[in-house]
């Protein structure tokens, strides 16, 4: 039967992969936004402004762009040393996608990837410069193919139908996707933690975004407790990882709500969870989400979360940008 033996949570996003002097490409788009999602309510960016009043001038000068980029990039060089050192066998990936496997004719709560190989490429958004300078950091340029663990996936689905999850699965990417590819939650795993090498893996994909089946917060922990037995059931595989990628909050940083994330993640306090506000998780904050699974898997498990750091990297004065959190549980 298979051991889990790491879990690994990181956030994913461009500003991890732009030059700090180019942030401002992210923030150009920002001020022309007309809805900032901030605890529940939406702003439009002059409204944040009025709302969120010192603003944050001092957090977003090049200097200190400067040095939250190279904490965050010192992080995943930590993660990916972990990952190596620990070598597991196969990897299940928790993540989302943003319209770029599923398209709105179809749109999943909850998908199980079972195909035999994962498509990453890079994907260019027109006139969207913040987001096309970090392409680079979900995939290699020319694209790539990654092996996928698809017994190990049917063992997932077939276990988690027993316990009474209804589970989609896609063994291929969409006809008519995006992306062409896997979403970039997972892109941004296998290309900049995992080196474009990782062990054959399953991608779980969360809907977080999009109304009206969104997984709720406790069946995403229900979730991971099942996929915790079901990754114990299996006799494939004998060292596997679970990873998370996405988060903290963003488009609008909230260090608050980022901080009760932590602090519930070191206590193992799932209950916390459980009750932020449904309405909290809008837009890339919804990501948090992402980490839930693997959140109550290591808490079933017994194991520890570490965190290598938590950076909130900023971008405007409206406070805009992103909160990143990089940890793994042993």
């Known amino acids: 039967m298979a051991e889990i033996v790491l879990g690994i949570g990181a956030s994913h996003g461009p500003l991890l992969?732009?030059?700090?002097?180019?942030?401002?490409?992210?923030?150009?788009?920002?001020?022309?936004?007309?809805?900032?999602?901030?605890?529940?309510?939406?702003?439009?960016?002059?409204?944040?402004?009025?709302a969120r009043a010192?603003?944050?001038?001092?957090?977003?000068?090049?200097?200190?762009?400067?040095e939250r980029f190279e904490r965050c990039r010192a992080a995943m060089e930590v993660l990916t040393g972990i990952?190596?050192?620990?070598?597991?066998?196969?990897?299940v990936i928790v993540g989302n996608d943003q319209r770029e496997f599923f398209g709105p004719d179809l749109t999943p709560s909850i998908t199980i990837f079972n195909g035999e190989k994962i498509v990453n490429v890079q994907h260019l958004h027109e006139g969207?410069?913040?987001?096309?300078?970090?392409?680079?950091?979900?995939?290699?340029?020319?694209g790539t193919e990654y092996p996928g663990a698809a017994k190990l996936a049917n063992h997932l689905l077939t276990s988690l139908a027993d316990e009474n999850f209804d589970i989609a699965q896609s063994s291929?990417?969409?006809?008519?996707?995006?992306?062409h590819g896997i979403p970039h939650a997972y892109g941004f795993l296998y290309h900049s933690i995992l080196g474009d090498?990782?062990?054959?893996?399953?991608?779980?994909?969360?809907?977080?975004?999009?109304?009206?089946?969104?997984?709720k917060n406790r069946r995403c922990l229900d979730m991971g407790k099942a996929l915790q037995r079901a990754i114990r059931s299996f006799d494939g595989y004998k060292r596997v990882?679970?990873?998370?990628?996405?988060?903290?909050?963003?488009?609008?940083?909230?260090?608050?709500?980022?901080?009760?994330?932590?602090?519930?993640?070191?206590?193992?306090?799932?209950?916390?969870l459980a009750a932020v506000p449904e309405n909290v998780?809008?837009?890339?904050?919804?990501?948090?989400?992402n980490w839930y699974p693997v959140i109550s898997a290591m808490n079933a498990e017994g194991r520890k979360y570490h965190s290598v750091d938590y950076v909130p990297c900023y971008r405007s004065e409206a406070g805009t940008g992103s909160g990143m959190a990089f940890g793994y549980w042993d």
């Open 197 to 215: 090498a990782p062990p054959p893996s399953v991608p779980v994909i969360l809907n977080v975004h999009y109304p009206h089946n969104v997984p």
């Open 241 to 272: 990882a679970m990873m998370a990628s996405g988060g903290l909050t963003h488009f609008v940083v909230d260090e608050d709500l980022d901080q009760t994330i932590l602090e519930a993640l070191d206590k193992g306090d799932e209950n916390t």
């Open 54 to 66: 010192p603003g944050f001038a001092g957090e977003v000068t090049v200097e200190v762009r400067r």
């Open 172 to 179: 291929s990417t969409p006809k008519g996707s995006e992306r």
């Open 83 to 91: 990952f190596k050192q620990v070598q597991p066998e196969a990897v």
């Open 17 to 50: 992969s732009t030059p700090p002097e180019k942030w401002d490409l992210r923030a150009k788009a920002d001020r022309e936004n007309k809805s900032h999602w901030f605890r529940g309510k939406s702003y439009t960016y002059d409204e944040l402004l009025i």
């Open 281 to 289: 998780f809008k837009v890339g904050t919804a990501e948090i989400k």
């Open 128 to 142: 969207s410069p913040g987001l096309n300078i970090a392409e680079g950091g979900n995939a290699p340029t020319e």
